[in-house]
């Protein structure tokens, strides 16, 4: 249930990252459309995004949202515990993403992953855990830049009884992210 809850909003955050303008109905805002340009590398194996990304608020949850260019349910997202993009750079930590029924309202911890539903009944997802590392939020005027290099993403460990699972082969393992980032606040 709970994944199916995540597939459901990052569905929602490919919305939000393909406006190039600011929107308010129903809680849904972002900033204008920034780059992605994201690798995870697992397995020997590379999966990548690009396309668009930036600040989003969407269902009372703020995070940075990206979804690939060619495929819209091929998305990457981050969650913070913070109303609005910090003025000044800023590290937060990543941990491991809650349980549906759990939050964590620490504004130094973010949760991330990326998800893919193919087919309308697979899915391929990496989500962060405790060790996953940290990420900067650099931050020149309204300019805000992500370097993802280093970060490790765990792998879907399947068990969903809604989505067959794609996390097999080299995507069975441990992945580590390269790639940025780049967008702006307003």
Known sequence: MKNLFFLLFSFVSLIACNDDGNNTENDNTTTSAG????TLSAGGE??????????AVAAGKKYIGANDETNN???????????ELPSQTTT????????WDQTDTDPTHIWMNIT????????????????SGTLKLV??????????????????????????NLNVGAFSNSGTLSGTLIFYRD
């Open 35 to 38: 780059t992605a340009n994201i």
């Open 46 to 55: 590379q999966y990548k995004i690009n396309g668009p990304c930036g600040w």
């Open 73 to 83: 349910l091929k998305t990457f997202s981050t969650f913070f515990n913070i109303d």
């Open 92 to 99: 937060y930590t990543l941990v491991k993403k809650p349980a």
């Open 116 to 131: 893919e539903i193919r087919n309308g009944n697979s899915l391929f997802e990496y989500t962060s855990d405790n060790s």
């Open 139 to 164: 931050v020149d005027g309204e300019k805000v830049s992500v370097d993802l290099s280093g970060i490790v993403l765990k792998p879907n460990p399947g068990g969903n009884p809604i989505f067959t």
